[in-house]
């Protein structure tokens, strides 16, 4: 379950991999809301959108109790130079910042705005365009998107340009030492 030196344990893999799905979706739901007339399903949207954001939430905490408490990180590994493994902690920590302002506007949108009523009671829907954590919501997800472009580009030069282990120790057929 926990980390080795040279590859991510299975706790650290399955949390990454099933919060990027997660995230994924909210990507998709949180855009296909955003620019969605119809109330109807902007609330369908707003159905999975939210619940799924929970269970990112839920994760989040897990992965930060999980690595505070419990594992370490394996080594960089030494296939490029310094600087790139050091730009790489800088954008694995601009995701955690995104993903915590994201969360943050979120559930403050909800809030103010009483949305849980309207998505799974009988109120109607509330207009957020005038929140003010709305606009950081939408700004912090067009950012959380290019910077998951990046981490991912990023990954797969690893994998192809550099041929390292980069990619393969986050994966689930990794060897263990
Ligand atoms: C990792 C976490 C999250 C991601 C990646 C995410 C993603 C998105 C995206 C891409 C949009 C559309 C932005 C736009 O059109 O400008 C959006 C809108 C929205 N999100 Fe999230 N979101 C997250 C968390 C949350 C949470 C925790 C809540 C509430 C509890 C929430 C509630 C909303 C609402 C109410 C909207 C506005 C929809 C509309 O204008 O029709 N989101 N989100």
């Given at each position: 379950m926990k980390s080795t030196n040279l590859a991510y344990g299975s706790t650290a893999k399955t949390i990454h991999w099933i919060s990027a799905l997660l995230i994924f979706i909210l990507f998709g739901t949180g855009f296909f809301s955003g620019s969605n007339d119809s109330q109807a399903l902007k609330t369908l949207a707003l159905q999975v959108h939210v619940p799924v954001a929970s269970l990112v939430l839920i994760l989040t905490i897990v992965r930060l109790v999980w690595w505070w408490k419990f594992d370490r990180k394996p080594a960089p590994l030494?296939?490029?130079?310094d600087w790139q493994n050091k730009a790489a902690k800088l954008v694995h920590k601009l995701l955690y910042l995104l993903l915590f302002v994201l969360l943050g506007s979120g559930i403050t949108m909800s809030i103010i705005s009483g949305l849980p009523f309207a998505l799974f009671g009988d109120a109607t829907l509330p207009i957020?365009?005038?929140?003010?954590p709305r606009t950081a919501h939408g700004l912090a997800a067009r950012l959380a998107i290019a910077v998951v472009l990046f981490h991912a580009v990023a990954a797969l030069h690893h994998h192809?340009?550099?041929?390292?282990n980069t990619l393969k120790r986050m994966w689930f057929s990794a060897k263990k030492q």
């Open positions: 030494d296939t490029v130079p957020f365009d005038d929140l003010p192809f340009i550099v041929k390292d």
